[in-house]
């Protein structure tokens, strides 16, 4: 199984960036998928997630309306479209697939917005 992450890149502030996540050796479709991210000396802190099974995403307050999780689950892709980038947007950012005892990481993929 693996959580390959790509699309980090330097941004400037306002701008916009699309983060991609493809998964192998499992089906997205079967399991809990979010974004996560780390920023320079600060804790990891979810971004935005959605359940197995349903249509509805939930975002940290601070991407909501700015951010869309969104999934292929034909194709086992997972992204994340970044509008009206800010410069503490900046972070590593991580995709994340789980389901009960099971969790899987990407590798992380930077993404660094200028102001």
């Known amino acids: 199984v693996q959580l390959q992450a790509s699309g980090g890149g330097l941004a400037q502030s306002g701008g916009s960036l699309r983060l991609s996540c493809q998964a192998s050796?499992?089906?997205?479709?079967?399991?809990?998928i979010a974004w996560f991210r780390q920023a320079p000396g600060k804790e990891r802190e979810g971004v935005a997630c959605?359940?197995?099974?349903?249509?509805?995403?939930y975002y940290e307050n601070s991407v909501k309306g700015r951010f869309t999780l969104s999934s292929d689950n034909a194709k086992d892709v997972l992204y994340l479209q970044m509008n009206v980038l800010k410069p503490e947007d900046t972070a590593v950012y991580y995709c994340?697939?789980?389901?009960?005892?099971?969790?899987?990481w990407g590798q992380g993929t930077l993404v660094t917005v200028s102001s």
């Open positions: 994340d697939a789980r389901r009960l005892a099971v969790d899987y």
């Open positions: 050796g499992l089906r997205l479709e079967n399991y809990a």
């Open positions: 959605i359940s197995a099974g349903e249509s509805v995403a």
